[in-house]
């Protein structure tokens, strides 16, 4: 398929070797912040998920849009864009989430399960993005996805015991998948529209916002903050539900989405490693392993963009 049929779309072979380098490690900015988000989660306290989400990324609209008219920005006008860029943000964001909580409510007794099929989205980012115009699937990325897939692995099972999968527990297994796909696909497609503003991120935060908003009045019951509750929730709508989506944005739009993928594998490492470093978990063998095997996968993944190679 030519590219001349998308010609909104960035490419990292149309790139300056720099810029894509540059656009890779701003992206990459993302998976640090992410990683904060299952200590910030467990500082939260017992706020339910969705009032949790709706809480936080009403925070990120916030300072997103501050962020952006004080840069001189129309944090208004960019907000008027076609309903497909709407459909995306919007699916990517809030059904991610969506999905994401609704598989552990599903199978409450099968957490590492679940855990384990939401992180088949960085494998999946590495293989959709070879459907892209001008982007190229090579051995490398395979072999680095694969990689972070057995330290992830390592990681949610604590190498310790094995999988067991319930029947029972399918609706939940199958609200996961769906997670992983659909944040994937959010990444790999983004690039199709590689000519919306970043800035656009703010408004698909605050649909976050009220969608989840909505679900907590559905499906929880409202519990109210306490003062480090809310030091919490503010500090995920800065970093792992705030910035880290506008930066993530930047990074799959014009930087080695390939790369990005099996970077993202680190997500699950360097949370566990923080919620050792703070009490909240201990370390062990498996972590090591999986240290090795997700740098080295990450590092099979992206040779050729740190040599500036395309």
């Known amino acids: 398929m030519s590219t001349d049929s998308f010609p909104n779309l960035p490419s990292a072979a149309a790139s300056a070797p720099a810029a894509v380098r540059r656009a890779t490690a701003i992206g990459g900015l993302a998976i640090l912040m992410w990683s904060t988000l299952a200590l910030l989660t467990a500082l939260s306290g017992t706020i339910p998920p969705f009032q949790l989400v709706a809480m936080s990324f009403g925070v990120a609209f916030i300072i997103g849009t501050a962020a952006g008219a004080a840069r001189g920005k129309d944090v208004i006008g960019v907000l008027r864009q076609p309903w497909r860029v709407w459909l995306l943000g919007v699916a990517g964001l809030f059904g991610y989430h969506f999905f994401y909580f609704l598989a552990f409510r599903l199978a409450p007794g099968a957490a590492v399960e679940?855990?384990?099929?939401?992180?088949?989205?960085?494998?999946?980012?590495?293989?959709?993005?070879?459907?892209?115009?001008?982007?190229?699937?090579?051995?490398?990325?395979?072999?680095?996805?694969?990689?972070?897939?057995?330290?992830?692995?390592?990681?949610?099972?604590?190498?310790?015991?094995?999988?067991?999968?319930?029947?029972?527990?399918?609706?939940?297994y199958l609200s996961a998948m769906a997670a992983a796909v659909l944040w994937a696909s959010y990444s790999v497609l983004s690039r199709r529209f590689g000519d919306v503003p970043t800035e656009a991120v703010g408004g698909f935060c605050l649909a976050t916002a009220v969608l989840a908003g909505v679900?907590?009045?559905?499906?929880?019951?409202?519990?109210?903050p306490s003062g480090g509750e809310w030091l919490a929730v503010l500090a995920m709508g800065i970093g792992p539900v705030g910035?880290?989506?506008?930066?993530?944005?930047?990074?799959?739009?014009?930087?080695?989405?390939?790369?990005?993928?099996?970077?993202?594998?680190?997500?699950?490492?360097?949370?566990?490693?923080?919620?050792?470093l703070f009490g909240q978990a201990a370390g062990g063998w498996a972590v090591w392993a999986a240290c090795a095997l997700i740098m080295g996968g990450a590092v099979l993944a992206s040779r050729d963009v740190l040599r500036g190679d395309q």
Not at 215 to 224: C, G, K, N, Q, R
Not at 244 to 255: E, I, Q, R, S, T
Request: glycine share 14%; net charge neutral; hydrophobic share 50%.
């Open 215 to 224: 679900s907590h009045l559905l499906f929880e019951t409202t519990v109210a």
């Open 243 to 276: 910035a880290a989506f506008f930066v993530w944005d930047h990074g799959v739009k014009h930087g080695d989405i390939r790369a990005l993928g099996v970077l993202s594998y680190a997500t699950p490492l360097t949370s566990t490693l923080l919620l050792i």
């Open 114 to 172: 679940v855990n384990l099929l939401n992180y088949l989205w960085p494998l999946l980012i590495v293989l959709f993005s070879a459907l892209l115009p001008g982007e190229r699937l090579k051995r490398g990325h395979v072999l680095g996805a694969l990689c972070g897939l057995a330290g992830t692995v390592l990681i949610v099972t604590g190498g310790g015991r094995g999988l067991s999968l319930d029947a029972g527990d399918t609706p939940g």
